[in-house]
């Protein structure tokens, strides 16, 4: 994808190098890529274990910094800006859905989704918030806890707090990972709406294709570079592909075989 192609996204990295340790121990992660996310789309990121699909979110985010390269959010250098500004730009800018719910248990569902926005001591804006709370199907749960929740229902609510905000991008790690096909199918469902209807950009990294399959758009990384980009994927298509990864790598040297790198991501993946 060239630079041309990478004005008026929402988010993007141009040249991303993300280098761990040094010296004969360095691991580069990712390795010269290119990206940008659309807004109002939903992007899917996949990849083998270790291919780093978990570095470009979290660079993409500001939750770590590049090596080399340069990350945006809109026309915002995340390199030029200091702790405090980068944290206020998460705060405002970003929104994030994880694996687990990370909700406050003695808070309502109502409290948890304007937790964010109380924190920063903004007012909300309460015509987009009750948008938001039909777009999530949670109006007769908003006096409930989240222990009176079903593990899909909580992630709704996550996803609510995310969207709570008008981020620019709202960013996903395995957001499906704790829950039920049926539950998990209709979150993955809910995002995409999320993300046509308010206009937000969605991007999220999964391993399954079931789940890629939901976005618009999927692209693949492997040993830390952009290898293939998927519009209107299916989840024998993003398989299929996955699939080729595997085959390729039963194909390359053995670890024993000194000339081959040894990958990793600091846990990562």
């Known amino acids: 994808m060239t630079t041309a192609t990478l004005t008026g996204t929402a988010a993007r990295v141009e040249n991303a190098v993300k280098v761990y340790g040094a010296g004969d121990t360095a691991v580069r992660a990712l390795d010269g890529v290119s990206v940008g996310f659309r807004a109002g789309r939903f992007t899917a990121i996949m990849g083998p274990s270790g291919s780093g699909k978990s570095t470009l979110m979290h660079c993409a985010a500001g939750l770590d910094t590049l090596s080399e390269g340069a990350a945006y959010l809109g026309d915002t250098d995340l390199s030029a800006l200091d702790d405090k500004r980068l944290t206020l730009l998460r705060r405002d800018r970003i929104g994030f859905v994880f694996q687990a719910f990370n909700l406050v248990p003695t808070l309502t569902v109502a409290e948890n989704i304007t937790l964010s926005i109380d924190l920063a001591g903004a007012r909300p804006d309460r015509e987009w918030l009750d948008a938001l709370i039909d777009v999530v ?19 709704r609510v996550a996803v609510a707090r995310a969207f709570a905000g008008r981020p620019d991008v709202v960013f996903a790690d395995e957001p499906t990972g704790n829950l039920d096909s049926r539950s998990g199918g209709e979150v993955l469902g809910l995002l995409g709406d999320a ?20 976005a618009d758009e999927v692209v693949f990384l492997a040993d830390g570079r952009l290898v293939d980009h998927m519009e209107h994927p299916t989840a024998d298509r993003v398989l299929d592909r996955m699939k080729a990864f595997d085959g390729a790598a039963s194909h390359s040297p053995g670890p024993s075989d000194p000339s081959r790198p040894s990958r990793q991501e600091g846990g990562s993946s």
Do not use: C, F, K, W
Request: hydrophobic content about 35%; cysteine-free.
């Open 137 to 155: 199907g949670l109006r007769d749960r908003l006096h409930h806890r989240p222990a009176e929740l079903s593990g899909g229902q909580q992630q």
């Open 195 to 214: 993300a046509r209807r308010t206009g937000r950009t969605v991007v999220m990294v999964t391993h399954d294709p079931v789940a890629a399959a939901h």
